[in-house]
């Protein structure tokens, strides 16, 4: 069913549609073509990156980070139970144990005062992911991953070009991961990005996104054929892709700009409201420059939650919920054995609402959105 005002709705921010013709004129809309190189080195640059690879997802830059680690049966990666699938499942594919972690109350972010309990000898990994681009409590994470050996993965799934003491997330592990979904700031269907910030992943990393082979060594002159020289898969996304997204990632200001004021307004319009009501609105702490990825309300309950969401579409407006607690899910409690322990996480996930949010929300879409959220306690 179409909403009058829809959850989520794709758009053009500049010459996606040019840049997509050029890619055919071109007579190269395969990967790693002229606009993959330019999306990969735009975000070397912004982000002072050694190595960007477009990936065809961050579900697969998230496999490719469990295969450059050299994950295996019997290791464990400590991971949030508030989180998409892939945060876990990449893992898990290749035999590994995820460990729960619960999340903070005010960040929706892993909580990083329980994670040395949940270190062992066999934790291989960290995996912190930046809920709604609001960046986790990386010094301290980076700490205890030091003191234990233990390499970081930070699914930045929603947080491109947000920053955490002046540094941009998804920069500060091993590798971070990027998404180009339909639903994300940046978009071009289905896409994403492996930020390889350790350089010493990288040779490798070029031959898993190139189904196990050597081609890039040999494009690169360095090998006079390719073959098969590793494990690997098909990870390139297709130059057509890539010239959409960097329409986008040009336009990156523009598209920034327009979603701090749909954030602002929503805060703005909400914080009386929410105080009178008992409903709590994000909270972004100091030294966190968030993305604007989205915008939440913590209802007081699981009863008002579904009560607004209908309430809403009474009036034609799509609000969702989030995630499910992974470690409660069918999966979670096989692989995990279903010992964490995370009441924050199923608190949250009963009770958080995420508005209509994307790029060209107009004002008076977004008007008719906080009107009818302020008439449902009426
Ligand atoms: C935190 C997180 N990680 C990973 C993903 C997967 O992204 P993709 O759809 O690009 O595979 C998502 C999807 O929204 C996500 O929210």
Redesign the pocket.
């Known amino acids: 069913m179409a909403y009058k005002i829809p959850f989520n709705k794709p758009g053009l921010a500049g010459d996606e549609l040019r840049y997509v013709q050029e890619a055919i004129q071109d007579g190269h809309i395969s990967g790693d073509g002229r606009f993959t190189k330019k999306c990969e080195s735009l975000l070397e640059q912004t982000l002072g990156v050694p190595r960007v690879l477009l990936t065809t997802?961050?579900?697969?830059a998230?496999e490719m980070a469990a295969l450059l680690l050299d994950i295996q049966p019997g290791d464990e990666v400590i991971v949030p139970s508030f989180?998409?699938v892939?945060?876990v499942n990449a893992f898990v594919l290749r035999g590994a144990r995820p460990v729960f972690v619960d999340i903070r109350p005010d960040t929706l972010n892993m909580d990083e005062g329980r994670l040395e309990e949940l270190i062992g000898p066999q934790t291989k990994a960290i995996v912190p992911?930046h809920y709604a681009g609001v960046a986790c409590e990386m010094d301290e994470i980076l700490r205890i991953a030091e003191r234990h050996g233990v390499q970081i993965v930070e699914?930045n799934?929603?947080g491109l070009f947000a920053q955490y003491n002046g540094k941009y997330t998804g920069t500060l592990g091993a590798l971070g991961?990027q998404?180009?979904?339909e639903?994300?700031n940046f978009m071009c269907g289905?896409?994403?990005a492996l930020l390889i910030n350790d350089p010493a992943l990288l040779e490798r990393a070029l031959v898993l996104r190139e189904k196990g082979t050597n081609r890039n060594r040999f494009f690169r002159g360095q090998v006079d054929k390719y073959t098969w020289v590793d494990v690997g898969s098909s990870y390139v996304p297709s130059d057509l892709l890539a010239a959409f997204l960097y329409g986008q990632l040009e336009a990156r200001d523009r598209i920034q700009c327009a979603r701090q004021r749909i954030w602002n307004k929503y805060r703005q319009s909400l914080g009386e409201w929410a105080e009178r009501h008992g409903v709590r609105l994000p909270i972004v702490p100091q030294g966190c420059d968030q993305s604007y990825h989205m915008f939440y309300l913590l209802m007081p309950s699981l009863e008002e939650r579904q009560g607004l969401i209908a309430h809403l579409k009474d009036r034609d407006i799509l609000s969702v919920f989030h995630y499910v607690p992974l470690h409660l899910s069918e999966m979670g409690i096989a692989w995990a054995g279903g010992a964490a322990d995370c009441p924050v996480t199923v608190d949250v996930s009963d009770r958080l609402l995420r508005l209509p949010f994307y790029n060209d929300l107009s004002e008076k879409e977004q008007c008719d959105v906080v009107d009818a959220i302020l008439s449902f306690y009426r």
Not at 57 to 60: D, E, K, N, V
């Open positions: 997802s961050c579900t697969h998230l989180t998409f892939s945060t992911v699914d799934a929603h991961t998404s180009f979904h639903t994300k289905e896409g994403g």
